[in-house]
């Protein structure tokens, strides 16, 4: 039984913050190392590979978390709009955290390249050499992580927006540490959506 | 709606701009690293537009080396190779091997006697999964020093200017040794004849853990023939992928590998700098081309001969090429996977 909480379980704010880390660093990484013919395009695209395959680990483990203890309640008085971009913003998240890695893994097995961990340590291919679903997914992992760097903007956004200006409890119920207490007398919940 | 925590003095307008402001600058860092707003970085997809010739890219086709034909046959090691690397593809044995010969040319149609450099992309794997990729050419030195004087050398080598390589050449002292190779060194009618040289440094660990920064060559087992490439000319457009696939026909044809170590001090990061002569070397094998076939349908086709995949026991060293050439082959691959409606492949079992 998921019971109502104000605040994430610490698990899951360690998770939060530990995989937003990681996963801004992992967007800066690859549009930085695409841009560049420098050396140091070699040490990104080493960062990029095993960080993808931590990032999508974390969302595993996070996902599953996330199924048993679930999230506080939406404030009540939440525009019903805004609830559902709440709701269909963290789907989306999901979604991407999961898919993003999948998508480069299986690109690079399309293109018949080794996926490289660690030296010494390749993954398997997870699909079949060919030109067209490397194509295919080259598009979509490059294409979606503009989508994913905006919804990140996005999510950011709408943070500070319940902390700064409605300051409604969704912010300090991710905040890494109690930022503030807001009784549970004032804070009128509603089911989660 | 009852927030009472709300503290009045802050205003709203105030938040809205410092939200607009931590997303406006987060928009910004994203762009800076993706390279929008700096128009002069050097970035792959710029090193790969210049290769495009006047005439147009050979969509479908890789954006140099266009032209070429793949081979399949056998890397034997005869174990040397051991002593300077751990990889797995130097303890005695023979392994799988796949490759393609190809002409330094953006045009997959240019006739074979216009195209000076010569080149050999090949792929050795082992059992294990370790797996080897260099691409090499015949020239004994590279052109430029750096990645960002090979951009300059492209954009000159499209310059209507007729003394624009002139120009390029005064201000890039070490281009001479390669312009003097174009003129004065010696060509011939077959890929067979040819040494392909992987110019770029790359570092060797033992087992033991030392490390030494080598080059390595594919020296031919048979005698060069020199031919003018007048004479060339008359043997036809395709005459080098013609030969190549008549010879090995005839038998298999296989090249020396030869790997040369520096010494401390020697230029490891300038590919124009040939190395002294008495360096240590050491051949760790043969390799061994079995079966030619078009690359239209033929296994070289999708490969991308990335001179950054090594296996363990190889890396790169300070020669700032091999991660150049990785960007721009990684770029170069995506753009003609992508366009392979223009270079159909031919229905299974009919001739190309």
Redesign the interface.
């Given at each position: 039984m998921i019971e109502d909480r104000q605040r994430f379980t610490a698990l899951q704010r360690l998770l939060h913050w530990l995989m937003a880390v990681c996963i801004l660093t992992m967007?800066?990484i690859g549009?930085?190392?695409?841009?560049?013919?420098?050396?140091?395009?070699?040490t990104l695209?080493s960062i990029h590979k095993p960080l993808g395959i931590a990032i999508l680990i974390l969302a595993l483990v996070r996902l599953v978390v996330r199924l048993r203890y679930g999230a506080p309640s939406l404030p009540a008085?939440l525009p019903e709009p805004m609830k559902l971009a709440a709701v269909l913003s963290h789907y989306a998240l999901y979604i991407l955290m999961i898919a993003m890695p999948l998508l480069g893994w299986a690109m690079l097995s399309a293109?018949?390249?080794?996926v490289v961990l660690f030296?010494?340590v390749?993954l398997p291919a997870i699909l079949p050499?060919?030109?067209?679903l490397?194509?295919l997914l080259?598009?979509a992992h490059f294409y979606l992580a503009f989508a994913f760097?905006a919804l990140i903007?996005l999510h950011?956004?709408a943070a500070?927006?319940h902390a700064?200006?409605?300051?409604?409890g969704v912010f300090e119920a991710m905040a890494p540490v109690p930022t503030?207490t807001?009784a549970p007398a004032?804070r009128?919940v509603a089911p989660a959506g | 709606m009852t927030q009472p925590d709300r503290s009045p003095g802050r205003s709203i307008f105030g938040s809205l701009v410092l939200i607009a402001a931590v997303i406006g600058g987060g928009a910004a860092a994203f762009a800076y690293t993706a390279g929008w707003l700096s128009p002069d970085r050097l970035t792959p997809d710029r090193l790969v537009n210049a290769f495009a010739p006047p005439t147009g890219v050979s969509l479908g086709h890789r954006r140099n080396h266009a032209k070429g034909i793949c081979f399949t046959g056998t890397f034997e090691a005869n174990g040397a190779g051991s002593a300077l690397s751990r990889a797995e593809v130097f303890a005695r044995g023979q392994y799988p091997a796949l490759g393609r010969f190809n002409l330094g040319t953006a045009d997959a149609n240019a006739p074979d006697a216009t195209v000076r450099v010569r080149g050999m992309g090949l792929r050795i794997w082992t059992p294990a999964g370790q797996e080897w990729r260099t691409a090499m050419i015949n020239a004994p030195v590279f052109a430029v020093s750096t990645p960002q004087a090979f951009y300059a050398l492209l954009l000159t080598a499209k310059s209507k200017d007729p003394d624009a390589l002139k120009a390029f050449a005064a201000a890039h002292p070490e281009f001479a040794g390669f312009a003097a190779w174009t003129t004065s060194g010696p060509w011939t009618g077959s890929y067979a004849e040819e040494r392909y040289n992987s110019l770029n440094s790359f570092v060797f660990t033992d087992s033991a853990g030392a490390e030494k920064t080598v080059r390595w060559s594919l020296l031919p087992t048979v005698q060069p023939i020199p031919v003018s490439p007048e004479e060339l000319a008359k043997r036809g457009p395709d005459v080098l992928e013609q030969e190549i696939t008549e010879r090995v026909g005839r038998g298999p044809v296989s090249w020396s590998m030869v790997v040369t170590v520096a010494n401390p001090g020697d230029p490891t990061n300038d590919p124009t700098k040939a190395w002294p002569e008495g360096r240590r070397t050491v051949e760790v094998g043969t390799l061994i081309v079995q079966r030619i076939e078009a690359e239209r349908n033929g296994p070289c086709r999708d490969i991308n001969f990335d001179p950054t995949v090594l296996p363990p026991g190889m890396g790169t060293s300070d020669d700032p090429f091999p991660a150049a050439r990785s960007a721009a082959y990684a770029v170069s691959y995506d753009r003609r996977t992508a366009e392979a409606s223009d270079y159909p492949r031919t229905a299974a079992g009919a001739k190309p």
């Open positions: 967007l800066f549009v930085g190392m695409v841009s560049t013919i420098m050396p140091k395009y070699l695209v008085d293109a018949a390249y080794p030296t010494g390749n050499h060919s030109d067209r490397h194509t080259w598009d760097f903007l950011i956004a500070l927006f700064l200006v409605r300051r409604d503030r807001v004032d009128k | -």
